[in-house]
């Protein structure tokens, strides 16, 4: 005790981006978490209800597939991922921005912007 000691460290910075993270379009701005979805409600496609988060813009790419996802969503936990409710948010929010971008668009700009805060 009372003794310090001098060592190099590296300097860490942590980043949110798991794929609960949440998608955000603010004032002409896109932005990704930090807040979460967390595993309840989850990302739109558990079917509780919950935002548009990464997971989601990974199913509207075609990156992630429920085909090859076991059916454990929604209330009852027997339900595949809901791409449906996926491309209808996305295409809801392209219509809000109103710069004719596509859904998947707008879905790819916020990967990319996932992918540059992990950067």
């Keep these: 005790a009372g003794v310090r000691v001098r060592a190099p460290m590296m300097r860490i910075h942590t980043v ?13 701005r ?4 930090p807040d979460s979805a967390g ?3 989850g990302p739109a496609a ?20 429920p085909d090859f996802f076991p059916s454990i969503f929604g209330p009852g936990q ?8 996926v491309r209808a948010k996305f295409a809801a929010l392209a219509a809000g921005i109103g710069d004719g971008r596509p859904p998947e668009a707008v879905a790819e700009g916020f990967v990319t912007i996932a992918v540059e805060n992990m950067a």
């Design 16 to 28: 949110a981006a798991g794929g609960g993270s949440i998608l955000h379009y603010e004032a002409g």
């Design 30 to 33: 896109f932005r990704v978490g």
């Design 39 to 41: 595993a309840n409600p």
């Design 46 to 65: 558990y079917r509780r209800g919950g935002p548009l988060a990464v997971t989601d813009a990974n199913v509207m790419l075609g990156k992630l597939q």
């Design 78 to 85: 027997d339900a595949p991922l809901d791409a449906q409710a």
